[in-house]
């Protein structure tokens, strides 16, 4: 039962470089998201997906790509990274948009330095 | 576009004590609403859910909401608490009954205290 799998689990990087967070999950959910969670505000949406192929922005997607080319993966890509993305990152899946239950995965902890 | 309230950050209460985490959303023609759990160090987890029907949802651990649309909240109560239930609680509200750009609280930090 591997659910929703996120690599890595921590990371630090530098100020303006890149990296990619997977996630990929094995319940084949159509609908795919990314959140990210910081003291006091609670998870905003990044980005998500309704289906293969199908991206859209969510409240913070500047400064973040994603790419949805199978029903399994949906990356998250952060093109010149700054202080201001230090965060846990969470992905999260759903059998469709319009099911109730999101599952997430254990998060991913990313240090901007 | 919709809108969260947690009104508390932090609740601390003693084990067997009552408990009330108090959630507001901003007011829709539809509104779905979601508590979500987050136990130390993992991801969230669904605890109960507003869809329609019956304003009293319960959880399978003693948990229970009501949705009040007079009062446009969606509180969460436990009559009796363990230990076990220290965690951060989220509230969360939709305009669809689905996962779809679910929009969440700030988060309720809820610590039992022995």
Redesign the interface.
Known sequence: NAG?TQTPKFQVLKTGQSMTLQCAQDMNHE?M?W?RQDP??????IH?S?GAGITDQ??VPNGYNVSRSTTEDFPLRLLSAAPSQTSVY?C?S?R???????F????SRLTVL | AQS?T?LD?QVPVFEEAPVELRCNYSSSVSV?L?W?VQYP??????LL?Y?SGSTLVESINGFEAEFNKSQTSFHLRKPSVHISDTAEY?CAVSD????????????TRLTINP
């Open positions: 929703v609908y998201s959140y006091g505000m609670g998870l905003r949406l998500y309704v969510g409240e969470f999260a759903a469709g948009p319009n099911t109730g239950e999101l997430f995965g254990e998060g | 969260v947690q950050s779905y979601f979500y160090n993992q991801g969230l987890q669904l859910k869809l989220f669809r009954p689905g996962a779809q750009k679910l929009v969440f609280g700030q988060g």
